[in-house]
């Protein structure tokens, strides 16, 4: 049998030349950071403010506490980092915020509410700013159980959290969940002599926390997952055998639910939990005979009340 000859390459170094690189030029400026200039730290009249400077989609390791299991888990947060900046400063110093969420995450980055307080006090010291925030937004994982078989599996929700910290102000927190539901048509119901078109709804939710609001005492996530879930017509579940399935769409016959039903019952949840003290909901049911989606919000602030 013929062999083919083995293919004779340059070496790397030559390969590499082959392709563009060359050899380093002179190099004149200083290695050393007290001798290099800082552009960034430079103090002149740049003619506005500006609201905010900073990082976006940053993606580190998380650890989330949770009242449902898993109790603890890993999971990836994508953050948000960012201050304004006076109009006497050019610009922010990047590297301070990946450097902070490093110096947090060696000492294992809990993603609670105390945590991320001290951790943007500390980022508007780092940053010599007057304010900072952060957004970090995350799955979060729970168990659901069948309704009959009790087989179980893990559902998620996308969840985040708002956290603005200003030198005269104090904080603002916010937190946000989106839960996926299932509703029922209630006109398809009323009209049809059987059967009724049911969909995928998506109920998303933010609101602003009291500053007693009690982390240990309360899981958030577990409030606004519980306000969205037990006001549709039925939950979603990861496993369902045939008795579930006949429990879970005979729930669903029985609790029809408009988007317009879906945002005021969920309001009527978040309104009579004292530790909440504004909210925004939004409803969007994916049709299931429709090509387009139908969509639903309310905003309500009790401080104004």
């Known amino acids: 049998m013929h062999e083919t000859a083995k293919k004779q390459l340059p070496n790397k170094q030559e390969r590499h030349k082959l392709f563009g690189s060359v050899e380093p030029g002179p190099k004149h400026k200083p290695m050393e950071k007290s001798k290099m200039k800082d552009l960034q730290n ?22 989330i ?29 990047m590297s301070r915020f990946t450097e902070q969420l490093q110096s ?30 952060m957004t970090v937004s995350f799955p979060w994982f729970f168990e659901r159980k069948a309704p009959y078989s009790e087989k179980a599996g893990l559902n998620y929700a996308d969840a985040w959290i708002k956290v603005h910290y200003d030198q005269e102000q104090g904080y ?18 009323e009209i049809s002599e ?29 409030l606004l ?41 969920v309001s009527c949840d978040l309104y009579e939990i004292d530790e909440i003290v504004q909210f925004s909901v939004k409803c969007l049911n994916e049709e299931s005979i429709h090509l387009h989606d139908a969509i639903a919000s309310i905003t309500y602030d009790k401080r104004t009340e």
Not at 79 to 88: C, K, L, M, R, V
Not at 182 to 188: A, M, V, Y
Not at 198 to 221: A, C, P, Y
Request: overall charge negative; hydrophobic content about 35%; aromatic content about 10%.
């Open 65 to 93: 506490n949770s009242s449902l299991t898993p109790e603890t888990q890993t999971s990836v947060g994508t953050f948000y980092f960012a201050s304004s900046i006076s109009q006497g400063s050019k610009g922010t110093n």
């Open 104 to 133: 947090y995450y060696e000492d294992g980055f809990v993603l609670d509410l105390k945590t991320l307080k001290s951790f943007v006090y500390h980022l508007r010291e780092r940053l010599e700013q007057n304010d900072a925030e």
């Open 172 to 189: 603002d927190i916010k937190v946000g969940l989106t839960g996926k539901i299932t509703t029922l048509c209630p006109c398809s119901k």
């Open 194 to 222: 059987y059967s009724a078109h049911n969909q995928r709804g998506n109920i998303e939710m933010e609101v602003t926390l009291s500053e007693d609001f009690n982390e240990e005492q309360h899981d958030w996530k577990f």
């Open 225 to 265: 997952l519980e306000a969205a879930e037990s006001n549709a017509s039925a939950r979603i579940h990861p496993v369902l055998k045939r008795p579930d399935e006949k429990m879970v769409t005979e729930q669903a016959y029985e609790n029809p639910r408009f988007v317009e039903d879906m945002v005021r019952l």
């Open 42 to 63: 430079t103090k002149k009249d740049f003619l506005f403010e500006l609201d905010v400077v900073g990082i976006s989609n940053v993606k580190h390791p998380v650890v």
